[in-house]
């Protein structure tokens, strides 16, 4: 959001069950946090809109623009299952922020403190809950209805989301692109954070993704 500040007016939702959100058990669901969304955008009045989600923030951002497709300008995933299956079976049985440390190798992406302290205000058992209605999802079809710029963006190294998901969106129609970052793991964003903002800053400039495909030029600019 800092990054993007100068020239964008940017907002960060926390969904049910996260961050300084709601804590109760009834309002954890996908389709709750896609009326969730769509009702904070509307009392904010700021759709039409470019989104950046992450993991199942992706999943929400994908479900929302195809429900509400003129409130969405263009579309960043990060880290999208678009199979259940490609999600680590660890997740399905995880309790605490502590244990989701572990998981990522027992560290917390360096110098950024603010991202465990925000983590740990998720209610008990949200992120097993929320993985466990993601494991059925079968987002091929959905994507294919999405007819704004989308880039999805996977970190090479991540242990949570299987990044060959990166192949469903290549090859696929001329609105979509996928990019892969080398030395990232499930945080794409802050493990390759200059990369990752370029990419940001150029996506949400391009009038269309051509100039993103994985040509010699571009790897020399984000690897």
């Not at 990054?3 to 804590?23: C, I, V």
């Not at 309002?27 to 989104?51: C, I, S, T, W």
């Not at 929302?64 to 880290?79: C, E, G, K």
Request: charged share 25%; with cysteine; glycine share 6%.
């Amino acid at each position: 959001m800092e990054e993007l500040s100068e020239q964008h007016r940017t907002y960060a939702l926390d969904l049910w069950g996260f961050g300084d959100s709601d804590k109760s058990t009834d309002r954890h669901g996908v389709e709750k946090y896609v009326d969730l969304l769509k009702d904070f955008m509307n009392q904010l009045g700021v759709a039409p809109a470019a989104m950046v989600g992450h993991s199942l923030g992706a999943i929400v951002a994908v479900k929302f623009a195809i429900a509400n497709p003129n409130q969405v300008t263009r579309l960043m995933l990060v880290s999208l299952p678009v199979q259940g299956k490609a999600i680590s079976q660890r997740l399905f049985t995880l309790g605490s922020t502590s244990r989701l440390g572990r998981l990522l190798g027992g560290r917390w992406p360096v110098n950024h403190e603010e991202v465990m302290a925000e983590a740990e205000k998720a209610s008990e058992g949200v992120i097993a809950l929320t993985v466990q209605a993601c494991a059925e999802l079968d987002l091929r079809e959905s994507l294919s209805q999405i007819e704004v710029p989308l880039l999805a963006v996977y970190g090479e190294k991540d242990n949570l989301i299987d990044p060959d998901q990166a192949k469903f969106l290549e090859n696929t129609t001329s609105n979509m692109r996928s990019i892969l970052l080398p030395e990232s793991r499930h945080f794409p964003m802050l493990d390759e954070a200059s990369k990752f903002h370029r990419l940001l800053r150029d996506f949400l400039a391009a009038d269309d993704l051509e100039s993103l495909t994985l040509k010699e030029e571009w790897r020399r600019r984000t690897h």
